[in-house]
């Protein structure tokens, strides 16, 4: 499929989904069928971290249909749970379940999502990578060990996924994205998929031409997004960044897209709204 008949497709849909009103609606007027919600399962509210002697609640959004068949599916690990699926959390949620009830409909629901909810007061800490950077030295590293060495084998051991790399992502907003892009940095050979809403890059600046430096084995999918209302030049950032991806210098046609939504603003609502378009680019679109 090109890449413009993909995009019209999901402009398409999402004029369709609007004018809907047959199904139960999200938030900015999207429509869903419950009974494509997905299944989320709380895996541990206590899961162990090792690298950080502390512990965490971590869940599974499951396809709707997952305890009723044999299939196998790729996995996103997500950021900041507290803010994927609880619609009383104190910023705001993307309402992802429904998000995905509504990719459902449209065939592209079949993905797991593992929701890690950050750390509280010490959110900035864990997110903040393990070098000089604004905002000291964070223990980025460790989160990033938890993540590929922990987490991933036991999801992969305890749950119906595609473990390979190629069919593995990582992604957040705002720190939540900086740590994604770190910890790709850090294990290149376990994450293809990379979901970036609104990263903090002010925090290390540096950290975009090192990505694309120091990653020689990368190949995959990068999806950017970032509102012209964020204000700390973000746009700049991202477009900075969505320029050093294309013109990497191992030469390479990396897969990555960069979506500016004009007045869009550093918040839950803008991200959520966000979401099924990278979803579909990152795992569904042929190229």
């Excluded at 609007?18 to 199904?23: E, F, I, Y």
């Excluded at 864990?126 to 030295?137: D, H, K, V, Y």
């Excluded at 990368?218 to 012209?228: E, F, N, P």
């Amino acid at each position: 499929m090109s890449d413009f008949i993909f995009k019209a497709s999901i402009l398409v849909a999402f004029i369709t989904a609007c004018a809907g009103t047959a199904h139960a609606q999200i938030s900015h007027g999207m429509d869903y069928k419950q009974e494509l919600l997905p299944v989320i399962e709380v895996i541990d509210e206590h899961f162990e971290i090792p690298q950080l002697i502390k512990t965490r609640r971590i869940a599974a959004i499951l396809p709707h249909n997952y305890h009723h068949t044999d299939k196998r599916y790729p996995v996103l690990y997500l950021q900041d749970g507290q803010n994927l699926f609880d619609d009383h959390a104190p910023f705001g949620s993307w309402e992802v379940p429904r998000k995905l009830a509504w990719l459902a409909e449209r065939g592209m629901g079949d993905v797991i999502i593992i929701s890690i909810d950050h750390a509280e007061s010490e959110r900035l800490a864990e997110f903040t990578p393990s070098r000089e950077t604004q905002l000291g030295i964070g223990d980025g590293q460790q989160y990033a060990r938890f993540l590929a060495e922990t987490l991933k084998p036991y999801v992969d051991a305890h749950f119906r996924t595609l473990p390979e790399r190629e069919h593995t992502g990582i992604g957040g907003s705002s720190m939540g994205a900086l740590i994604s892009i770190y910890a790709t940095m850090q294990f290149p050979m376990v994450y293809s998929k990379l979901l970036i809403f609104s990263p903090s890059l002010w925090v290390s600046p540096e950290l975009s031409e090192e990505f694309v430096r120091d990653t020689p084995t990368y190949y995959g999918r990068i999806y950017l997004y970032g509102g012209t209302a964020e204000g700390g030049d973000m746009v700049e950032h991202l477009t900075r960044l969505y320029g050093l991806v294309k013109e990497n210098p191992h030469g390479r046609n990396l897969p990555v897209e960069l979506s500016v939504r004009e007045g869009g603003e550093h918040n839950e609502a803008a991200w959520g709204q966000e979401f099924p378009r990278a979803i579909a680019w990152l795992y569904f679109q042929d190229l």
